[in-house]
Structures are given as C-alpha cells and as structure tokens.
C-alpha cells in the first residue's frame, strides 16, 4: 500500500455527533477525539502516574515476551498498569461516557459485553526509535488470522495525551484506511502520519490499524500519555488488571466499572454460546 488516504488524523470535539466520530473510525481506522477526557481527571491520572513513573525502570517492562516483547516497548520507555490502586481518577475514566458510546457501537455487534483489555501508561523518553508498526488485534491472532481480512472488530484502543503530545515527543503513528488493508506486516513506516495530542485528547483506533508508537528526537522531555483498551468479553485480556481488584472490593463503583475489570460474567445475550468467567457454575454478578 503507498500513500495515506489522508493527509493527517481526522479529529473531531468530544461533545460533537456521535455518528460523525464513528464514521471516520470505521473509515479511517481512527480518529482523534479532542477533550474526550476532562481536565481534572487527566490531571490527577497525570499526578499519580508522574509518582509511580519515578520508581519504574525505563525498558524493564516485556509484554510477557522477554527480549522480544522489550524490543517492541522500546529501551528508554516506562510503561505500568494498576492505575486503579493509584487514583480513583481512573474509574472516572473507565465510565467516560462517549469513549462508552464509541467501544459500545464498535464491539457490541460482536460480543455481549467487553472488559478492560489493558490500561498502561506509557511514557517514551528522550532518544527512543519509533515502535514497530502493528494492529493490536494480533494479540488474538489465533482467532484473527484464520478470517484476516473479513474478520470481526474485537478490541479497540485509546492512546491519550496526559500532556502535549508532539511528533517530536513520539506522538502514536498511525496509517489511515490499513484496517483494511489484507497485508500482515506493516514495515514501512513512510505512510503513518502522527497523532498529536493535547491533555485529555485521545486517538481512538481499531485493533486492525497499523501504528506505534513515535521516536522521540528530543533529549530531555518524555511523551506523556496511556492507553486504555476495552477487548470482546470471549477474548483473554492482555492484562490482568482483573487481579487489582479483590471481588467486593468495587461493590461501590458503576456497573459498568465492575463488569469492565471482570467482577461480572460474560452473557451472549441472543448469540450462540453461553455464559463465560462464571464462578461455582452460576454468573458472578447473577441474582
Ligand atoms: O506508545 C504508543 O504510542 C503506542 C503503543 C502501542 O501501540 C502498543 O504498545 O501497542
Ligand atoms: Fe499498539
């Protein structure tokens, strides 16, 4: 595939059309959503991942794939999850209504529910290459790759800015319309064009776009930003973000908080197949 379809991400306010965000989404593979998060939220996030980024080393995290999985998070990167025994900030997020209206519209077709997949922050320091570019949906290729390309829409993810987010910081580089594209590997980075953010903005994409994160040619600033990715409730998550949260102990939070970080079962509704994270073979959030 040569040339983007589009000369930079669509972006579009927040409180605008639902309709219209989700058009460019299924057209383009992505979109930037500005002020999808609100300021005092990304605030505090910003605060709380600022403290814990002190004590995380840069390139300790693997993705569970050793050298290969650091090779890909990048050697001058900090990346953690568990934002959810940092700041109750982070609930807030996960109840954020339109990225709610854009993962409902997105997912639901496919799935009765879905849950967190994962939630990182992921900080690019001064000097890190560019990410390989890759979809996210890889992740469950086992499933993917026998459809590739008429394949469902099973994940979808938000990179969002806890501070200006330039290309020169390493801003996500995304490849418009490649959701489409029946290619398995995405090499050439000469079609991506830069996701560029402001506090509380977020690139919303599809697990079937190509991207990664930018280089950063900086060398003193860190790219401020994290992901939060929402993933079939028939699929495995990335992160056991899950495991945080003993049951019980979100018994005052949203429906929706509690059946997104797994203290719900999964229900098929009218689709085939049954009942899924069951516990002592009834659903966990049954009456
Ligand atoms: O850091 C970024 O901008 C993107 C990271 C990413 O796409 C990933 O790790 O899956
Ligand atoms: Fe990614």
Redesign the pocket.
């Known amino acids: 595939m040569t040339g983007s379809p589009v000369a930079a991400l669509r972006r579009r306010p927040a409180d605008g059309p639902l309709d219209e965000q989700l058009e460019i989404l299924e057209r383009d593979g992505a979109v930037v959503i500005e002020g999808l998060f609100a300021t005092e939220t990304i605030a505090e996030i910003r605060r709380a991942a600022d403290a814990a980024a002190a004590g995380v080393e840069p390139g300790s995290a693997t993705?569970g794939m050793g050298a290969a999985g650091k090779a890909?998070?990048g050697a001058n990167?900090i990346r953690f999850s568990g934002l959810g025994l940092l700041t109750p900030a982070f609930f807030d997020m996960l109840d954020n209504e339109r990225y709610a209206a854009l993962a409902d519209a997105f997912l639901l077709p496919n799935c009765g529910s879905y849950w967190l997949n994962t939630a990182q922050v992921?900080y690019?320091g001064p000097g890190e290459q560019a990410?390989e570019l890759?979809r996210?949906a890889d992740n469950w290729w086992e499933f993917i790759g026998r459809t590739w390309p008429d394949t469902p829409e099973v994940t979808i993810?938000a990179?969002i800015g806890l501070d200006e987010v330039t290309e020169e910081l390493?801003?996500?580089?995304v490849v418009p319309g490649s959701h489409r594209s029946p290619e398995l590997s995405y090499r050439s980075a000469g079609d991506s064009i830069p996701a560029e953010l402001g506090p509380g903005d977020a690139l919303v994409y599809s697990g079937h776009v190509f991207?990664?994160?930018?280089a950063n040619r900086t060398v003193d600033r860190w790219?401020r930003?994290m992901?939060l990715s929402f993933v079939a409730g028939w699929l495995t998550p990335e992160e056991a973000i899950v495991l945080d949260h003993p049951l019980g102990s979100l018994d005052d939070r949203s429906p929706r908080v509690r059946r997104l970080l797994g203290h719900g079962s999964y229900y098929p509704g009218a689709r085939r197949g049954g009942g899924l994270w069951l516990r002592q073979v009834r659903g966990i959030d049954e009456d």
Request: no cysteine.
């Open positions: 993705q890909f998070v990167t992921m690019i990410q890759h996210d993810s990179m390493g801003a996500t580089r991207h990664g994160g930018g790219r930003a992901h």
